[in-house]
């Protein structure tokens, strides 16, 4: 399994939050299968990127916050510091809306970015990445992301993602920033990418054009005390 | 080609792609380098210099206003000094007590501004201008007849006079010619007397180097020969016999206690040195007390300028720590990415401490080029305005104390940025701009 969420509820603690605030995000329970896609909809404001942020590990799910979130088998909440940020390196890639692509970095120094916090030998770095960064249509590998169409950096982004094989990719609105007809290219990229290397995919977009592109849909709000697996 | 992004790369990336304010950081970080080790350098530069020169003297007699002017005056050429000692006394404390030596010396002419010592020969047989280490012939050999000049290894090497050169001398420190030039005579040269250099020393170390040499007749006998010269203007020529004792005047007296062999001290020195200040007509200095006198009043003064150069090494640990602060405005998202990507907290802690040490290696390296080139100059200045001549050693020691501080100071300064990083929110700085 991918990604299994069981008994999971959450709300942000401090800036005003009373003990009594509703919780954002409340799954009963989610599984998605290794080379899974979802598509996770919810409206803006419904916790769909704090959902992103608790599974890769970036926010804490501290008390009174309860859950477990596995990932490729383990909970990744129960490591700790440098443990967890090792592990995401290695089983989780991320998209984002705007790319966030590093500045000052060519397209391949952005994917090779990403290896240097896994465990695969420096030795392999650039091949590894020029190989992904060419399966993916990146001819100018050399080239600051900057200097490459909308396009071309969101397959770079796409790259870096998926750089360490990772066993799951979180997709944030990967389109949102796109249009229509870029929208469907890079979804389709990044869909197929993610099926040509077995890697599962979570992608959270209130985006309706989305929706048929998925074979499984999940609305945020319908997870709330959802019990089992929703089949595909 | 490079195989493989490392944390050394992200750091270089960062501070390349703000390179003004790296260069400038880096700059401000080599300038308090530079400021603390030529300060550090030319203190125990300077200081050594001005223990260099009194040699094996004890006692320094003069008629200056005060035992600290006839120093400056009689070891490191100064001022030439006003008020002369007659010949007559001269002979009456050399025989009123037991000395090794009682060298006769007279200021007051120079060459091109390099001042000429007139003494007598056992200014190179007897005294020493640092101890244990007597005068060495770079060529020729020392004056034995009237006329005959012996040059210091800086005047020698800058005014271009060798052995054999002739020239003449000027009252006071007006420039002097060498024959053969033939632009304007100057109004108070001796063109009447034409000085022949016999030999050129090697160098002491000491404000000596940028002195002439000369035997006491010859200054006698030009100044003879200036008096002679109001009473009778037709006169050509003055010699010896023409001396009367108003002009066998000298300016200072080296003397040296006699000591037992191997000995650089006597009890009998203080008991001389009591006796000779009992005599009103002349000021006794001990070289010695009054270079420690002398420093005593400098080190207040360099303790400022260190304190200064502290300072401005906390500015520049400042400068950078703000100059980090604000990249780090720039760079939440850009450090978030990295955390997502897999950079644990402890290492965005050490990429941040990391570029502010690469800050400060860089800062020492230009500071120490930068204080090789100050202290040279300050060095140049010195001899210049005062004549001491200081060579600036930037010993291993020193140099790897201030810039290993520096460093440290940097990385320290980059901690704080360090700890905002460390603490910046992920999830916050993710989202998408606007």
């Not at chain 1, 169409?149 to 796409?158: C, E, H, L």
């Not at chain 2, 792609?17 to 350098?41: D, K, W, Y």
């Not at chain 2, 080190?299 to 200064?308: E, P």
């Amino acid at each position: 399994m991918a990604l299994e969420i069981n008994g999971l509820r959450f709300r942000y603690s401090g800036g005003g939050a009373s003990p009594t605030s509703p919780w954002i995000i409340e799954i009963g329970s989610l599984r998605v299968a290794r080379g899974e896609q979802l598509l996770l909809t919810g409206g803006s404001g419904t916790g769909k990127s704090t959902l992103l942020h608790l599974i890769s590990g970036v926010v804490d799910l501290a008390p009174p916050n309860v859950g477990r979130i596995e990932v490729a088998g383990r909970d990744i909440q129960s490591l700790r510091g440098p443990a967890r940020d090792a592990y995401r390196a290695k089983h989780i890639g991320m998209v984002f809306q705007t790319f966030n692509l590093l500045h000052g970095f060519s397209a391949l120094e952005n994917v090779m970015a990403a290896l240097l916090f896994s465990d695969v030998p420096s030795r392999e770095h650039r091949d590894r990445a020029a190989g992904l960064l060419a399966s993916l249509g990146i001819e100018r590998i050399d080239a600051a992301p900057d200097r490459l169409s909308v396009g071309q950096q969101q397959r770079v982004a796409v790259a870096r993602a998926l750089a360490c094989s990772p066993a799951l990719v979180l997709a944030d609105e990967p389109t949102a920033s796109l249009d229509p007809e870029n929208s469907a290219a890079a979804m389709s990229l990044i869909q197929n990418a993610c099926r040509e290397r077995n890697a599962a995919l979570l992608c959270v977009s209130h985006d309706p054009a989305m929706v048929e592109r998925f074979s499984r849909r999940e609305r945020l709000d319908d997870l709330r005390g959802t019990h089992g697996m929703r089949a595909a | 080609m490079i195989m493989a992004i490392t944390d050394f790369s992200i750091v270089r990336r960062s501070l390349r792609s703000r390179l003004f304010s790296t260069c400038v950081t880096a700059l401000t970080v080599g300038v308090a380098v530079a400021l603390m080790l030529v300060l550090l350098s030319m203190r125990d530069a300077g200081r050594q210099a001005f223990q260099r020169g009194s040699g094996n003297m004890h006692l320094l007699v003069s008629r200056d206003s005060s035992p600290m002017v006839s120093i400056l005056n009689g070891i490191y050429y100064a001022n030439a000094p006003r008020a002369p000692i007659p010949w007559e006394k001269y002979e009456q404390l050399a025989g009123s007590f037991p000395l090794e030596f009682a060298i006769p010396t007279q200021l007051g002419d120079s060459y091109r501004g390099f001042p000429v010592l007139a003494t007598d020969g056992e200014f190179f047989s007897a005294f020493e201008p640092n101890v244990g280490e007597p005068w060495v012939f770079a060529s020729g050999r020392p004056f034995d007849t009237v006329f005959e000049v012996v040059v210091g290894s800086t005047a020698a090497r800058e005014s271009g006079l060798g052995v054999g050169s002739e020239l003449f001398l000027t009252h006071g420190i007006a420039q002097s010619r060498q024959l053969g030039q033939a632009d304007a005579m100057t109004p108070h040269e001796h063109r009447e007397f034409v000085y022949k250099v016999v030999g050129v020393l090697e160098a002491t170390g000491s404000a000596h180097d940028r002195a002439l040499f000369t035997d006491l007749t010859s200054s006698w006998i030009i100044h003879a020969h200036d008096r002679r010269k109001l009473d009778d203007p037709s006169i050509r020529t003055t010699s010896v016999d023409d001396l009367i004792d108003a002009d066998m005047l000298i300016t200072g007296i080296y003397m040296r206690v006699a000591t037992r062999p191997g000995m650089q001290v006597t009890a009998s020195l203080q008991t001389v040195f009591d006796q000779l200040r009992r005599d009103t007509s002349v000021v006794v200095a001990q070289p010695v007390q009054q270079i420690n006198a002398l420093f005593a009043i400098v080190s207040n003064i360099d303790q400022v300028f260190i304190a200064m150069a502290a300072v401005v090494m906390i500015s520049s640990a400042i400068s950078i720590m703000l100059a980090l602060y604000n990249s780090l405005e720039q760079r939440r998202r850009q450090i978030a990415v990295l955390r997502v990507l897999g950079c644990s907290r402890p290492r965005v802690f050490g990429l941040l401490v990391t570029e502010a040490t690469v800050i400060g290696i860089l800062g020492a390296g230009l500071g120490v080029l930068l204080a090789v080139a100050g202290a040279f100059g300050a060095a140049s200045a010195l001899k210049q305005a005062i004549g001491l001549v200081v060579t600036p050693a930037f010993g291993l020691e020193l140099t790897l104390a201030v810039v290993t501080g520096a460093i440290l100071l940097a990385a320290a300064a980059g901690v704080v940025p360090a700890v905002m990083a460390y603490r910046s929110s992920v999830a916050d700085h993710l989202k998408p701009l606007g």
